[in-house]
């Protein structure tokens, strides 16, 4: 869950109600605005430090009204990032009364910047002292979005620089800011290499990133001007057309040297695209007001829709770009009624707008247009009023917002599948059955489909057990006997995702295809359709499927269930490894109450043990053969069943603790040359002494003078002392053992061989598995097995190499461990 939180945009927070509010749990993506959650745990940061001076009075203040008024609090501010930026974040809290005296806000934290910084553009531009754009010198419209972006941080300093109609000179900069000798001596200049950061960009046609002016070659001309003006750092991006002619660069100026992160790139290219609509659009105008030859050119190239209506919302003309994504022909599209081109809800607060445009002359908005085919698209409008062939009109100018509106939309399912992901990770008390219903609700309802499924997979993955379709699927159905069990082999489209091991989109689903078989009558018809298989390690344990989805399935719904899948697979395990944690405690617990029965026992027994040092829990000899020789069957019985039982609740919580770990990256690893043959002699000598009371053979080949491995010696050693012991548990008493290293390639192959009763084949290919799979039936799918051969597994895969396993019941088993060899060259 950690995970999924810190790899979103979403903060995740929760402070006290007291003085500055100290914070009491952040999420670890608190970094992205350089602060870590140790500078908040330890004290040294308190919530309140993190708000914009200016802001600072107001947001406390309305934090303190929570408690007493409200209950929820949506606020945005501003907050100074530890590199001094200034960034504006959406704040959404909530009360959580735990008792009288912990009282916390609880809640998300978003950076809006990039919102917040288009929505001050846009309301500047429109309250300009009431000019209308045409009015507004493109130095005065460009200047103040360039002043705008200057506000994200100290020390910045922004400009816009304009390309010649030859597309060699820089012709203007505009930099209200910037020192005017420096734009003198940029100004007039032919782009090329050298000609700093924007005279390159321009020159090679893409971005320039310059961290540092003093030591880059592309500054060397003009490093002295550059000491002058203070500036240390330049950063340039293209502004292009929407038809990608090159128009200029946009540029970002440091008084310090600065290497961009991911978010930087991102605002940098938004300030270039806010720069090219508005350069673009006063191109437009300027043509317009040149000639009405140049108007029609332009008219019916420019890749944005363009729309000429009358007042009364009749079109007397449309640019071919309309035409072309429509689907229409003109005279169709001038000749229709409004109702066969745009949706009903715009068409009936099309009057409300066309008022509006009259009084302010202009207006933005968004609208969508209905193609030939039926699909709708959504636009972003700006109509102005124009004097066109004599006569009042608007003239509207849609631009395709699909990209834009996909990206909201995904942002709110992001939100979504968090808050799901949340609900999730509260189930710890609900059933198995609950648990599955409410993550295949989820998936249907993130991924926008009609329906849905989940199947879980037997244990050797031969065939899918279909726990339950959705409701809506469920509700359609017309089959009265449902298949509950798709075997593999025979199972069509819906096997794909377990035979090629990766999630399957259809989109078409009613093409003809090899891999689909057909479903009987009455089923629900699909027409499309997805399904991902969700990995424990390498097995496949489920498999989720939805279909019908309105929109092409894409990666972004397989991330979608993928994500939530594994939310559901990592509580069934969190629950099933807390079941058998249940199930061995309660079995010490009924040995320990029939010991406890015999005072006898009781008595010898634990003042005997104590006496001598031993720890009950793990000690093979806590009993002596006169004690023995006292007990009868029943109490032999139960002293087995706790020698047993703490053995396996050792091994168990060994696994979880190690599988923690592993999660959380804390386990290292110290590379070196090591020698396997001095390993494997470590490992034996721990033994010996279980060998000798075995009265075992123990059987040595290791080839002398065996190359080194790279490895970490003191993990190898663990990991051969498990498998070693793991043979001698496995071996009748005089019987033998053999451990054996070879030289094989590129690595060194060991094998430890066991005369035991062997491994039925159907279980090895899970004795590596953290959890294994006891019976099929959905009920008790999920017993928990500990495996210590899981960490074994795990150390060996970190040493670049491979563990399996040979058996035949009656017969015994080799254990093959190969690790590479260490190469002269790796010790540089």
């Given amino acids: 869950m950690d995970s999924i939180i810190n790899s979103s945009p979403v903060i995740v927070i929760s402070r006290k109600i007291e003085k500055d509010f100290p914070v009491k749990y952040i999420s670890n993506n608190i970094r992205q605005f350089g602060y870590t959650p140790e500078d908040f745990y330890s004290g040294e940061l308190k919530y309140a430090d993190l708000i914009h001076p200016e802001d600072r009075k107001d947001i406390l203040k309305a934090f303190k009204y929570l408690n007493k008024q409200l209950t929820k609090f949506a606020q945005e501010y501003r907050i100074v990032s530890r590199f001094g930026e200034v960034r504006y974040v959406e704040d959404r809290v909530n009360i959580r009364t735990y008792d009288d005296k912990n009282v916390h806000l609880e809640g998300t934290i978003i950076d809006i910047t990039d919102r917040k910084h288009k929505e001050m553009i846009t309301y500047q531009r429109r309250s300009n002292a009431g000019k209308s754009l045409t009015e507004i010198s493109l130095d005065d419209v460009v200047g103040l979005l360039v002043t705008n972006a200057e506000r994200i941080r100290d ?70 001007i550059a000491k002058r ?81 009358e007042l009364n919302g009749k079109l007397t003309d449309v640019n071919q770009v309309v035409v072309d994504n429509l689907g229409y022909t003109k005279d169709f599209i001038l000749n229709s009624s409004p109702m066969d081109i745009v949706p009903s809800w715009y068409v009936q607060r099309a009057s409300e707008l066309i008022k509006i445009i009259e009084r302010d002359q202009k207006a933005i908005y968004e609208a969508a247009a209905i193609r030939k085919d039926d699909s709708v698209i959504p636009l972003e409008i700006s109509a102005r009023m124009i004097d066109y062939n004599g006569k009042k009109t608007i003239l509207s100018v849609a631009r395709d917002i699909t990209e834009r509106k996909k990206a909201e939309k995904a942002k709110e399912l992001n939100e979504s ?17 609950e648990i599955a219903e409410f993550v295949k609700e989820e998936a249907v309802r993130l991924t926008e489909s009609k329906l849905g499924y989940l199947a879980f997979m037997n244990a050797d993955e031969t065939a899918l057990i279909m726990h339950s379709w959705s409701n809506t699927a469920m509700d359609e159905c017309g089959i009265s006997d449902k298949q509950f069990i798709y075997p593999i082999k025979t199972t069509g489209l819906w096997g794909e995702a377990v035979r090629q091991r990766k999630a399957i989109i259809t989109n078409d689903y009613e093409a003809p295809s090899s ?7 009455g089923h629900v018809k699909l027409t499309r359709h997805m399904n991902v298989p969700i990995f424990d390690g390498d097995q496949i344990v489920a498999v989720v499927g939805v279909g019908n989805k309105d929109e ?23 629950r099933q490894l807390i079941g058998a944690l249940s199930k061995y405690s309660e079995e010490l617990s009924k040995a320990n109450t029939k010991l406890r029965s015999v005072n006898m026992i009781k008595a010898e027994f634990i003042e005997d043990s104590l006496k001598k040092g ?22 032999k019985e139960a002293i087995s069943a706790l020698l047993k039982n703490s053995e396996r609740l050792k ?47 123990l059987e040595k080949e290791i080839t002398p003078g065996l190359p080194l491995v790279k490895g970490d010696k003191e993990k190898l050693r663990e990991i051969f002392i498990y498998l070693i012991h ?20 590129d690595h060194i192959h060991v094998t430890i061989i066991d005369t035991g009763e062997g491994i039925e084949k159907e279980l090895i290919p899970h004795l590596f598995s953290k959890i294994y799979q006891v019976e099929d039936s959905i009920t008790r799918m999920y017993q928990g097995l500990e495996s210590s051969l899981y960490i074994c597994k795990e150390t060996v895969l970190a040493h670049n190499g491979t563990i399996w396993i040979e058996s035949e019941v009656g017969k015994g088993s080799t254990f093959h461990v190969k690790i590479p060899k260490w190469h002269d060259e790796e010790s540089t």
């Avoid at 020390?155 to 030859?166: P, R």
């Avoid at 891999?515 to 009558?521: D, F, N, Q, R, S």
């Avoid at 000598?685 to 279980?690: A, D, F, V």
């Fill in 417 to 433: 599948r968090l808050e799901a992901l949340i609900k999730l990770n509260e189930m710890t008390a609900a059933s198995l059955d």
């Fill in 515 to 521: 891999m689909k078989k057909g479903y009987p009558e």
């Fill in 229 to 309: 003006a203070g500036v240390k750092a330049s950063w340039a991006e293209l502004i292009t057309s929407s038809t990608g002619e090159i128009l200029g660069a946009f540029v970002m100026y440091f008084d310090a040297p600065n290497v961009p992160k991911k978010a930087c790139f991102e605002y940098l290219k938004a300030n270039a695209d806010l720069a090219a609509i508005e350069i673009e659009h006063r191109m437009v105008n300027e043509t317009f007001r040149e000639s009405e030859h140049k108007f029609k050119t332009i008219f019916n190239n420019i890749n944005d829709q363009i729309y000429v209506s």
């Fill in 651 to 697: 091994r168990l919580i060994d696994t979880v603790l190690y599988s923690n770990l592993q999660q959380s990256g804390k386990i290292e690893y110290s590379f070196s040359p090591v020698n396997i043959g001095s390993v494997l002699s470590d490992a034996l000598l721990n033994l010996i002494l279980l060998i000798d009371e075995k009265e075992l053979i």
């Fill in 552 to 574: 092409e399935y894409n990666e972004t719904d397989v991330r979608q269930l993928t994500l939530l899948m594994q939310g559901m697979w990592k509580l069934i395990q969190r």
């Fill in 155 to 224: 020390g910045l300093t922004c400009a816009v620089m304009l390309l010649d109609k030859k597309k060699q000179h820089i012709c203007h900069i505009i930099a209200p800011n910037l020192p005017v000798f420096f734009r003198e001596a940029m100004e007039g200049h032919e782009i090329g290499y050298g000609v700093g950061s924007a005279g390159t960009a321009l020159y090679i046609g893409e971005r320039v990133i310059v961290d540092n002016i003093e030591e880059h070659p592309y500054w060397a001309k003009y490093r002295e």
């Fill in 726 to 745: 793991n043979a001698i548990n496995l071996t009748p008493a005089r019987s033998s053992i053999e451990v054996g290293a070879f030289d094989e390639d």
């Fill in 614 to 635: 031993h720890d009950p829990l793990h000690g093979y000899d806590v009993l002596d053969d006169e004690t023995l020789s006292l007990l009868d069957d029943s109490q």
